[in-house]
Each structure stands twice: as C-alpha cells, then as structure tokens.
C-alpha cells in the first residue's frame, strides 16, 4: 500500500466524490478511479459504497480511514522532524586562523552556518599558518584558515577569492605616512619586524631581491597585533598582511602598501580522511557549498 494512494483514498473520502477529488489531487478521473479500484483489489475488501449518490464508505472503508489518518499523520511528523534534524546537531568545531582578510569572509560563513545550526558552538584560535597545520596534524583542530604559501599535500581546501596584501605598519607621526607607497630599497635601512613563517620570509625575500640579506631585522612576529604594538612603542616598522589593520585605531597606527604590490591568498583546509565529529563534518559541507559560490576561483 502506497503512502500516496492513502492520500487518494481520503481525498475521496473528503470530497465523497472521484471527480472533485481528481480535481483537488490534479489528476484524471479515471487514474483516480483506477487507483482506487487497485487498491480494493489489493486489500480485498470494497471501500466504498457506489450505489448512492454520493460515494459512501463502506465499514471497512471506515476502518481503513481512520488508519489512513494515523498512518499520514505519523509520515507528516517524521518528514518534518526529519526536515529539522540539523537543529539538534551540537558540539564545539575547532577553527583555527590568522588575521588575514579571510577571516571576514569566514564570519559570514560563520553566521550562515549558525543560522542552520543554532546549537553548534565555535572555538576560534588565533595563530599563524604553521601552528594551525601543526594542531590539526595532532586533531586538536578542525579546520583552519590558512595564509599562502602553505603546504596543503595532506589537507583538501578551497582557495577563498580574496587577496590579502602586503603592507609596512608604521607610527602615524612617521614621514614615511607622506608617501602612497614603500619600496623595497626605502625598506633596505629601517629597523624592521617581518613574519616569523619561514615560507612567508621566502615570498619577502623574493620581493626584496638583492636588497633583502641587508635587512635590518629587529624582530620576527607571528602575529601582526603584537607586532604593531612594537611600531606603536618605536621599536621598529612591520612588514604585515593588512587584514587586521581596519579595526586598529589610525591615531595610533599608520600603514601604507608595498610597491611594486605584493599580494597573497588564503585557504580554508582540513585534513583528508580525518575522522571528524557530526558538527564538523556539516561544518566543512556547509563551508564546501558557502565558499564554492563566494569563491568561485577554487
């Protein structure tokens, strides 16, 4: 017996008639009258009396009614539960990033993923791309945001559409603020605070050139917060992405862009054939689909 052909039934039952009830379903009167007779002769029982002029039930069309409706009204429940299950996934889902401009794409993709999965809680942690890589090797991590050049050989990801770009963080009283843009030989005798990544030092030095083993490198940073605080106090001026720089405060921190352009990209990565928690994997679904239509350059 058919879940839809019992709705059938209590069309007719309701309409007490095969043609308004074709009607109502949009189907033909004689699909409906066939499907009806199917039934009667499955079961082997009549269900309606036809000698009336309106349709009546007979007494096991009465029986067969009042169990259609039980029977509909439990599909119905367990369609809709079903429908709301991701409601009730919960857990805590470990993303790691930097502060890199991505991490504004990640927030939308964050509230959209609330809004499906009000009951997911998220742990944030703040890192460069190495220390994220190194605590998702130990599963500590779920997913990470990572700045580029990365190796991902272990790792599937999505290269978000975002380009995160090179900047010099200097104090805002600094006569370098005159200008649009720093060049690398401007760069070549200042007192200067690079990124502590290996691989990042290496696209630097790239940009640098011949001037690059001249540096004077007072200091290396794995965040650009802390490295700003060092500009702030005088100490030195930060080569940095510029991601975070919109929420510093401008009377306190300055920063002007690299010349020629210096340009990078992020990835939102996980490990492959990880095993991962209910959340998580609706999570990196979720973020697959979200990220493949905000970042069509994957």
Not at 57 to 86: N, Q
Not at 128 to 142: F, H, I, P, S, T
Not at 238 to 247: D, K
Request: charged share 25%; net charge negative; with cysteine.
């Amino acid at each position: 017996m058919e879940i839809r052909v019992l709705r059938y039934f209590l069309a007719v039952v309701r309409e007490e008639s095969i043609s308004r009830a074709a009607e109502v379903l949009h189907i033909t009167q004689p699909t409906l009258s066939r499907q009806i007779a199917q039934m009667e002769e499955e079961m082997g029982v009549k269900l309606f009396d036809r000698s009336a002029r309106r349709i009546a039930l007979t007494p096991e069309g009465v029986l067969l009614r009042r169990r259609a409706r039980e029977i509909l009204s439990l599909v119905d429940k367990t369609e809709e539960e079903l429908s709301h299950l991701d409601q009730f996934v919960e857990g805590k889902i470990a993303i790691g990033c930097g502060e890199i401009a991505g991490v504004e794409l990640l927030s939308r993709l964050l509230e959209a993923f609330h809004e499906a999965y009000p009951l997911v809680r998220f742990d944030l942690q703040t890192a460069n791309a190495d220390l994220v890589r190194e605590q998702m090797e130990r599963g500590l991590m779920d997913v990470g945001l990572l700045l580029e050049p990365v190796d991902v050989e272990k790792y599937q990801f999505i290269r978000l559409n975002v380009r995160e770009r090179w900047v010099l963080l200097m104090r805002p009283d600094d006569p370098f603020t005159a200008k649009e843009a720093i060049t690398a030989a401007e760069l070549a005798q200042l007192p200067l605070i690079l990124p502590r990544r290996a691989t990042v030092r290496s696209e630097l030095a790239s940009w640098f050139g011949k001037d690059y083993d001249a540096l004077n490198v007072l200091f290396t940073s794995n965040l650009s917060t802390n490295a700003a605080l060092m500009v702030r106090q005088g100490l030195g001026y930060a080569v940095v992405i510029e991601g975070s720089v919109p929420l510093w405060d401008r009377e306190k921190i300055a920063c002007r862009p690299l010349s020629p352009a210096l340009t990078a990209t992020s990835v939102l990565a996980w490990r492959r054939a990880q095993p991962f928690s209910v959340a998580a994997t609706r999570f990196i679904e979720f973020a697959a689909a979200f990220l493949r239509v905000e970042a069509p350059d994957t």
